[in-house]
């Protein structure tokens, strides 16, 4: 017998997972830039479109490609753990940039995991330590992409209050404490800090807390290990400001700590090479779980990204895009003062790098995807921003809803101006 094709069939069977990844708002931001085409756009994280490295990245092609038998060897598959040349030169960028030997920090290739930005590693990380139910602790605020892949896992995002010194260590003992007397304690298996220039608040940890909160995990470590992940996402993104150590560098015997770091920031999204640091005993469960999803990332992407140290290109390009940063913020900064100085209930933090200036508006602003600012911003004063809601975890009444994140990365010094411009317009007219 056949299948009647008229026959409507049920919906199709899906898992928990796909329940769990519900709408992401990037998507709905991304809709709201392709219907608003005239809009300013404060929203969009992406990197400036000037200092792209269209000439590095084409002199290593050329050279790259010349040779057939290499050029061969790029287009190939690599392996799951990525190019090991690259992981090589990964230990001593590390170590140029933690000024410690590779043997001081005990960092050997081996550890190093290159992934398809650092978002797939952190994705990697949540799914091999995250049961439905587990905890992950998160700055309150927090990179929200991140907190979608814990939603996307079944697994809690708990919120610790932050200052401008970043995650408060009081306030993460304090949940800690919680949880143990709710008999939760077990549930907690990770905590998430994006330790430079966060995202979205462009604030630090400070150097103190730096190795607090390595004792800290270590400390409440009673049934299993609580494992910190350090995204460090916009380190080589400094401006001015001190220059910290990793947390990572504080866990001595490299048991606690999991860092990530990216190439999307300081060279470039689009060749997608991103890397994770791994305590020994991670490294077979984090490869184990690529090899299930991809068994390795671009190949010829991690080759230009080699090809680019090699050469002596990196370096070089690192600074040309922290001096063209810098003058960005220092536009967005002089703009917030001229447009927003003299609106009572406004602030914003200094950030020492990063791409964002977080701003608080009075109480009574909503600044929310439904609430009238966001409204008046895109369709009249034709600007966006994103609400900063977005980047608490937890119930409605855990998330502020009077703040703003604002980025200067893809913006001209003229389109900051203008976009703040616009912006202090649509909130005078909330006041
Ligand atoms: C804090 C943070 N972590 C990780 C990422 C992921 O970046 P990528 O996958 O391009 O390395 C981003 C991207 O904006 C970010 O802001």
Avoid at 176 to 201: A, M, Q, T, W
Avoid at 416 to 424: A, F
């Amino acid at each position: 017998m056949t299948a009647d094709i008229n026959t409507e069939l049920p919906p199709p069977p899906f898992s928990h997972r796909r329940r769990w990844a519900s709408e992401q708002a990037i998507s709905f931001l991304m809709q709201q830039a392709v219907e608003n085409r005239d809009v300013v756009s404060l929203a969009a994280g992406l990197v400036d479109q000037a200092s792209l490295p269209v000439s590095e990245t084409r002199t290593v092609l050329e050279e790259e490609l010349r040779d057939a038998d290499h050029a061969r060897e790029m287009l190939q598959y690599g392996t799951t753990a990525g190019l090991e040349k690259l992981r090589e030169t990964l230990v001593e960028h590390l170590s140029r940039l933690e000024q410690r030997s590779a043997m001081e920090m005990d960092l050997t290739a081996d550890r190093i995991v290159l992934t398809t930005g650092s978002q797939q590693f952190l994705s990697l990380v949540g799914e091999v330590l995250l049961d439905p139910g587990d905890i992950c602790l998160v700055a309150a605020p927090t990179y929200f992409v991140f907190l979608g892949n814990l939603n996307g896992l079944g697994a809690r995002a708990i919120s610790v209050a932050t200052d401008a010194d970043g995650m408060r260590m009081d306030a993460l003992e304090a949940q800690l404490e919680r949880l143990e007397s709710e008999g939760e304690l077990e549930r907690v298996k990770l905590i998430y800090l994006v330790s430079y220039y966060s995202n979205p608040s462009g604030l630090s940890l400070s150097e103190d807390r730096r190795s607090e909160v390595v004792e800290i995990a270590r400390r409440w470590s009673k049934r299993h290990r609580i494992m910190i992940l350090e995204d460090a996402a916009y380190r080589e993104m400094r401006y001015d400001g001190p220059v910290f150590p990793s947390v990572w560098s504080h866990d001595v015997p490299n048991e606690s700590v999991i860092l990530t770091q990216t190439f999307s920031k300081s060279f470039s999204p689009g060749i997608r090479v991103g890397y994770g640091i791994l305590p020994r005993d991670l490294v077979d469960p984090i490869c184990d779980r690529k090899g299930n999803e991809d068994f390795g990332s671009s190949n010829f992407g991690q080759h230009i990204i080699s090809g680019i140290f090699d050469r002596g290109l990196y370096y070089p390009h690192v600074e040309q895009v922290r001096a063209s940063y810098r003058s960005k913020r220092d536009c967005m900064l002089d703009a917030a003062d001229k447009y927003f100085g003299d609106i009572p209930g406004v602030s914003w933090v200094h950030p020492h790098g990063g791409l964002y200036v977080w701003m608080t508006l009075p109480d009574s602003v909503d600044t929310g995807f439904d609430g009238s600012l966001f409204d008046r911003a895109t369709k009249h004063e034709k600007v966006m921003y994103v609400p900063g809601e977005l980047f608490y975890a937890g119930s409605t009444a855990e998330k502020f809803t009077h703040q703003m994140r604002l980025s200067y990365g893809v913006q001209t010094p003229e389109g900051i101006d203008e976009g703040m411009r616009r912006l202090s317009q649509a909130v005078r007219a909330m006041l």
